[in-house]
């Protein structure tokens, strides 16, 4: 696609749900991130996806959070038993290559979760 | 970079002057550093990039900034503020120089008034 896809744009949930977070990114890129952006806080970094390595997970804050990317595209950010402290924003970005700075990151527009 | 601080997390200028948002950073190696802009209800947007090419990068928009590892800052400017501008601007440094793991500073509110 023209730019990473984020779905739902917007998600309200009961605590105690798990959610599902889906992330399209541009086509042909290989890095796919996945950050949190809570309220008042700046972007905390998830986890990486490169190629067909294994991911860095060395930022999901609590064994709730789990994450994949299917045939090196879609990814599905999960979080279950969900707590009000994952209320945030949850942005998804791509890169052409991981670590290859020049190449820039494209990020998507977010989903905003909501726990109640 | 290792860490990236935004020095204000509130800037308020009036249409027409110039825009000056601090960022400081910290790194053992040559950083590559970024600026980014995130309008309200909107995704964050590349200004401009700085990867150890030119030390004065121009970015989108009239925007630039420059590099200076004496003083370890890469400050945002703009001759000239527009309306338009008034959104939330992030300064990101490169975590671990090469696996893609971006340090986000907190953040600066740019506020534009007519």
């Known amino acids: 696609g023209a730019g990473v896809s984020q779905s739902p744009s917007n998600k309200v949930t009961e605590k105690g749900k798990d959610v599902e977070l889906r992330c399209d990114p541009i086509?042909?890129?290989?890095?796919l991130y996945w950050y949190r952006q809570s309220l008042g806080q700046g972007l905390e970094f998830l986890i990486y996806?490169?190629?067909?390595?294994?991911?860095?997970k060395s930022g999901l804050p609590s064994d709730r959070f789990s994450a994949e990317r299917t045939g090196g595209s879609v990814s599905t950010l999960t979080i279950q038993r969900t707590q009000q402290e994952d209320s945030a924003v949850y942005l998804c970005?791509?890169?052409?290559?991981?670590?290859?700075?020049?190449?820039?990151?494209?990020f998507g527009s977010g989903t905003r979760l909501t726990v109640v | 970079a290792q860490s990236v601080t935004q020095l204000d997390s509130h800037v308020s200028v009036s249409e027409g002057t110039p825009v000056l948002l601090r960022c400081n950073y910290s790194?053992?190696?040559?950083?590559?550093l970024f600026w980014y802009v995130q309008h309200p209800n909107k995704g964050l947007q590349l200004l401009l990039k700085?990867?150890?090419?030119?030390?004065l990068v121009k970015g989108i928009n009239g925007f630039e900034a420059e590099f200076k590892k004496s003083e370890t800052s890469f400050h945002l400017t703009k001759p000239s503020a527009h309306m338009s501008d008034a959104a939330e601007y992030f300064c990101?440094?490169?975590?671990?120089?090469?696996?893609?793991?971006?340090?986000f500073g907190q953040g600066t509110t740019l506020q534009v008034k007519p």
């Open positions: 970005a791509s890169s052409l290559k991981g670590g290859a700075f020049n190449y820039g990151y494209t």
């Open positions: 086509s042909g890129h290989t890095a």
């Open positions: 996806f490169q190629g067909n390595s294994a991911p860095d």
């Open positions: 790194s053992s190696y040559s950083p590559s």
């Open positions: 700085y990867t150890s090419a030119a030390t």
């Open positions: 990101v440094g490169d975590g671990s120089g090469n696996t893609g793991k971006l340090i």
